[in-house]
């Protein structure tokens, strides 16, 4: 299903599957699966989008809060459109909006459509 | 969280400044209370409050005052409150952010039926903050009739679509001027605020007449909804909270989000 901005797309529960996964189950039907990996490596905070957006730095040393296993503490909405996950290296800046939680979406019919709309363009 | 006790929050909006959004949230608030229920007004206009003039109320000593303070009725907070009329608040958006939500969070606003929420112009970080960290029940739109209002008006419907916020409709202040004679003027044109709500596709709450003694009574700290009850403009603002009120029934059936 592709992601849309109409008023169906609302998240109705959500679940972790393991330590390394969360599911989203959306009240359109769709099941999204992401790794909590993706999404703090996609956090869309002002931050981390700086940070992406520099070449990477081959001296750069890592911060004590970087050397312990990244996990999500809590997953709270914002208002009526988003999600804010915090972290347990205490980041907590990210703004989810639902629309961005569809796109990244890694569940396998996701990824198989991304794939192909790579090929196509 | 405190505001689990309040029934609807309702902020009143718009994209442009001056257009009459404090006038309109003051004499909302009012005829809300009209019909019985418990309201409170709450100014998110950190750099230029005005309901502390519109309503009469002085800046206060904060260390010796219980917040919220009350005026014919109503549970109020404003910046106002807290600093000289004649003193300039300086500050960049994060503080706004703060000082917004310990207005919303900390202050013991009790059981309520209506929070009425007097934005600042614009879309900026008074908006994102209550879009945020509040689940608010609706937006009202407030505009003037002319185009150079009608086009920020559309970037306020916009921000709300955006954050997905409930917009109850638009409502058209400064529509018509009655004169004396009985004849009627469209001093700034007329039916704006219909063609956008048509175009946005959401209601047309009404027109709301201009009339001098508004700013008269505002000044001076008495609405017209309260100094007035019986003049054609506070009926309109009452036959306005009434469709408001109509209008959040129909939206009321938001759903609780799941969390983790």
Do not use: E, K
């Given at each position: 299903m592709s992601p849309s901005s109409s008023e169906s797309l609302v998240p109705a529960a959500l679940s972790k599957e393991g330590t390394d996964r969360l599911i989203l189950q959306w009240k359109d039907g769709h099941r999204s699966v992401y790794t909590w990996k993706h999404l703090r490596d996609q956090c869309p905070c002002a931050g981390c989008r700086e940070e992406r957006l520099q070449p990477p730095d081959p001296f750069r040393i890592l911060k004590p809060n970087e050397l312990v296993p990244l996990?999500?503490?809590?997953?709270?909405?914002?208002?009526h459109y988003a999600y804010k996950i915090t972290w347990s290296d205490g980041h907590d800046t990210g703004i989810y909006t639902f629309e961005t939680l569809r796109e990244l979406c890694q569940c396998a019919e996701c990824v198989q459509k991304g794939k192909r709309m790579e090929k196509s363009s | 969280m405190e505001m689990q006790n309040i029934h609807s929050i309702i902020a009143v909006a718009s994209g442009k400044g001056g257009v009459g959004k404090s006038t309109v949230a003051v004499n909302l608030a009012l005829a809300l209370q009209m019909q019985g229920q418990r309201v409170a007004l709450l100014d998110a206009d950190i750099y230029g409050p005005s309901i502390p003039i519109m309503l009469g109320v002085p800046r206060v000593d904060p260390q010796t005052t219980q917040f919220p303070l009350d005026r014919y009725g109503l549970k109020l907070m404003s910046m106002g409150f807290l600093v000289n009329p004649t003193q300039a608040v300086i500050w960049r958006g994060p503080m706004v952010d703060k000082y917004l939500r310990q207005f919303l969070l900390a202050i013991p606003w009790g059981e309520l039926d209506t929070m009425v929420?007097?934005?600042?112009?614009?879309?900026?970080?008074?908006?994102?903050?209550?879009?945020?960290?509040?689940?608010l029940s609706g937006a009202v739109i407030v505009t003037t009739p002319q185009e150079v209002s009608l086009i920020d008006a559309r970037k306020g419907l916009e921000m709300f679509r955006q954050v997905r916020v409930p917009v109850l409709g638009i409502v058209e202040n400064m529509s018509y001027f009655i004169a004396e004679d009985g004849k009627r003027y469209e001093i700034f044109r007329h039916g704006g605020g219909q063609k956008l709500a048509k175009d946005a596709g959401v209601p047309f709450l009404g027109e709301i007449p201009i009339d001098p003694r508004v700013a008269e009574c505002g000044d001076q700290g008495d609405p017209i909804v309260h100094k007035y009850p019986d003049s054609p403009i506070a009926k309109a603002y009452v036959a306005l909270s009434k469709t408001i009120t109509q209008e959040l029934e129909k939206t009321s059936q938001v759903p609780e989000l799941p969390s983790l």
């Open positions: 996990a999500p503490v809590s997953m709270t909405p914002v208002g | 929420i007097d934005l600042p112009p614009g879309t900026g970080d008074a908006q994102l903050t209550l879009t945020q960290a509040l689940r």
